[in-house]
Nanobody, 120 residues
Framework: QVQLVESGGGLVQTGGSLRLSCVAS????????VGWYRQAPGKERELVAR???????SYGDSVKGRFTISKDNAKNTVSLQMNSLEPEDTAVYYC??????????????WGQGTQVTVSS
C-alpha cells in the first residue's frame, strides 16, 4: 500500500520561505513520477510542480522561478522549496505520486495534505 506523508506546512509572512517534505512508503520515488498540487478554498486543485522519472521538471506558471521540486532517492522523499511566498500561495498542499508501470494513465496516489498560509 502506497502512503505519502507531508510535513513542513505552516504560517509565514509574505516574502518568506517554507520547505515541504513528503515521505513515501510502499513505493520508491525513483520509480514513479512525483509532484505537488495545491488547493485553495473555493478553487480546483492545481499542479504546483512535477518531477518525472527521467529528471524533467515542470511547474505551474504562478510558481515558476520561486518554487523548486526535488527528491532524495536514498531517503525516499520528495521536497518542495518555496521562496518569495505570496498570499496567493495560501492553500493545502498535496504530495502526489503516479505509477505508470501498469497503465498509460497511471495509478495516482495522494498524501493527506499540509496547510500553507501566507500572511500579508
Amino acid at each position: 500500500q502506497v502512503q505519502l506523508v507531508e510535513s513542513g506546512g505552516g504560517l509565514v509572512q509574505t516574502g518568506g520561505s517554507l520547505r515541504l517534505s513528503c515521505v513515501a512508503s510502499g513505493t520508491t520515488v525513483s520509480s514513479v513520477a512525483v509532484g505537488w498540487y495545491r488547493q485553495a478554498p473555493g478553487k480546483e486543485r492545481e499542479l504546483v510542480a512535477r518531477l518525472w522519472r527521467g529528471g524533467t521538471t515542470s511547474y505551474g506558471d504562478s510558481v515558476k522561478g520561486r518554487f523548486t521540486i526535488s527528491k532524495d532517492n536514498a531517503k525516499n522523499t520528495v521536497s518542495l522549496q518555496m521562496n518569495s511566498l505570496e498570499p496567493e500561495d495560501t492553500a493545502v498542499y498535496y504530495c502526489n505520486a503516479v505509477d505508470y508501470s501498469r497503465s498509460y494513465s497511471g495509478t495516482w496516489y495522494w498524501g493527506q495534505g499540509t496547510q500553507v498560509t501566507v500572511s500579508s
